[in-house]
């Protein structure tokens, strides 16, 4: 309970952090299946504020989901959350991520425009999406 009033877990976290408090495997099993019975622990709801506080800090969503993956969450259970978010929102919002970077230089030669797509690609968002946002930007100029 002291470690969710923090902050969402996810469960295998969760269960990491009692390991290391030196809990038995069967308390510790016991204790997150309780917790999720309860309706304190929710891999969904952990999920859903992860996706929202990760891209804020501007990453995308090949980036994040890696991140849920680490961290033990289920494919299903991150595909269900990240879905929620339709493409246009994952473009705008990298868009967002390139103006906050290169303030709105558009890059003036083929490494400039390489560096941007790299950075943008670094930060999660598809080849795909990096090249559709930089070309609607030129478009846009």
Same mark, same amino acid.
């Given at each position: 309970m002291d470690l969710l009033a923090r902050r969402e877990h996810s469960r295998v976290e969760l269960a990491q952090k009692l390991r290391k408090r030196d809990f038995a495997a069967e308390e510790i099993e016991q204790a997150v299946i309780e917790l999720i019975d309860e309706g304190l622990q929710s891999d969904s709801r952990f999920t859903e504020n992860y996706i929202h506080y990760r891209a804020n800090r501007g990453y995308g969503p090949h980036h994040i989901r890696a991140e849920l993956a680490q961290r033990g969450v289920e494919e299903l259970c991150i595909e269900e959350q990240i879905s929620y978010y339709d493409q246009s929102f994952w473009e705008d919002h990298c868009r967002q991520v390139w103006l906050k970077k290169f303030g709105g230089e558009l890059p003036e030669d083929y490494i400039g425009k390489m560096? *941007? $797509?790299? %950075? $943008? *690609? &670094?930060?999660? %968002?598809?080849?795909?999406?990096?090249?559709?946002? $930089?070309?609607?930007? &030129?478009?846009? *100029?």
């Open positions: 560096k *941007q $797509l790299k %950075f $943008l *690609q &670094y930060r999660g %968002f598809s080849g795909e999406m990096a090249n559709k946002c $930089l070309e609607n930007i &030129y478009e846009n *100029q």
